[in-house]
């Protein structure tokens, strides 16, 4: 197993925006939490989403159709 040390200068390259990516997209943290995760204001962080093409909104089709 091979561990990295989360250092102020790994975090200024993108690794905490790209974990709290992750995280929400994969619905373990909210948009919020994930925002709070990158050190981003949210609606830094739902543009930064928007540029790596990741929906914000999560839809059912169904609720959707009766919308």
């Known amino acids: ?3 990295v040390p989360f250092t102020e200068y ?3 390259q993108g ?3 790209n974990f709290a990516i992750h995280l929400f997209k994969n ?5 919020t939490k994930a925002a709070r ?5 949210l609606a830094e962080f739902i543009q930064i ?3 790596m093409g990741v929906d914000v909104v999560d839809y059912d089709p169904d609720e959707l159709e009766r919308d």
């Open 1 to 3: 197993m091979v561990g």
């Open 10 to 12: 790994l975090l200024e």
């Open 15 to 17: 690794v905490g925006i």
């Open 27 to 31: 619905q373990i943290v909210t948009l």
């Open 37 to 41: 995760i990158a050190y981003k204001p």
């Open 49 to 51: 989403l928007g540029v």
